[in-house]
């Protein structure tokens, strides 16, 4: 069977060291600008009260920390060797120069994509002001049999406890993705699966973005035909930040440049579920143990759920979502590498094991 070889010279740099995503990131970047001009919008940090530029750093230096830290106390709690010279070595073998390179490239193309997404995704309602949710509401009932799945979700597991549960799975899921990225940009040494995976997020970012921008919608929680739906929700901070989000979009709607914030609120695709398809679809090709796949998998169901249940997103989003994780994975696969002819497969290195290292 042909196994699919990192290739060498420049090609080779670039597929394993992120070039296709910082491109992505880059053309979002130079959009970005675009927009800011012609539409007269401001561009801003993304995360006012804690930056990303310095979140993302220390999520990695965090994921280091614990990479470095239990082998650091092992070696000298068991071997009783000198606490310097240890750490030294520790560091040595397992962050050389080419691993700092790697992982700090790794989170670079990270920020400049999802902080272009971001601003992006703010500018949607100044530069296209249609609206299509009437149109995903009508595809949905068409699909569910004349009913609203949120209604459906609603009768089946009730609105109490089923709100701070599926509020739960929403909010796992926002802490889920960068530490995804600092799984694969520390805890695993195969370069070439870290960076089809980072790659894969960064086109996931720019192909949402590109959607959100030709069919904008809000989602069912937000329109008048179906705010009342959700009326009998127990209260979550799922409610809260629903109505923190609201309120940001009124602001900046109402004065852009004045309300300090950019608004966040576009639902068609689900980056929720594209970005948990993404995941999914990953752990498989890399070949992680069986829970891991399971509990992918599992989570990823009930993402699909809770989206639905909290009014987030159509049962639409949730369907383009899947198209769209999927596509960005066999993307990435052509881009660092990852494949043979047309079909995605983990590039092995015989120096590099194909798992995470703990």
Known sequence: MEEPRPHAGLR?????????AWAAGLAMAVATVVF?????LPIRDPDAFVPGYIRFPAIVLGAVSLDVVPRLVRRVWVERT??????????????????????????????LTYAAFRNIKSFVPFVNGHDWDSEMRAIDRVLWFGHDPAVVLHNVFGTGWASHFFSGVYFVWIALVPVSIAIALVWTRHSTAGSWY???VAFDWALGCTVYMLLPTVGPIY??????????LAPTYNTQLADSMWDDRVQVLGDVFGSGTIQTIAAFPSL??????????????????????VLSWVFLVLTMFATLYLGWHYFVDVLAGCALGSVTVWAAALATGNHVGLRPKLAAKRDEQVSVEV
């Open 223 to 232: 329109t008048s035909a179906q705010r009342e739906q959700f009326a009998d």
């Open 198 to 200: 980072v790659t894969a």
């Open 36 to 40: 800011a001009a012609v539409a007269e």
């Open 82 to 111: 000198a606490l310097k010279a240890t750490f030294l070595a520790v560091m040595r073998e397992r962050w050389p120069r080419s691993q700092w390179l790697f992982a700090l490239g790794g989170v670079g193309a990270w920020y």
């Open 272 to 293: 929720h579920v594209g970005i948990m398809v993404t995941i999914c679809l990953m752990v498989q090709y890399v070949g992680l143990a069986r829970w891991i796949r």
């Open 12 to 20: 080779g740099v670039l597929e394993r060291n992120f070039g296709w």
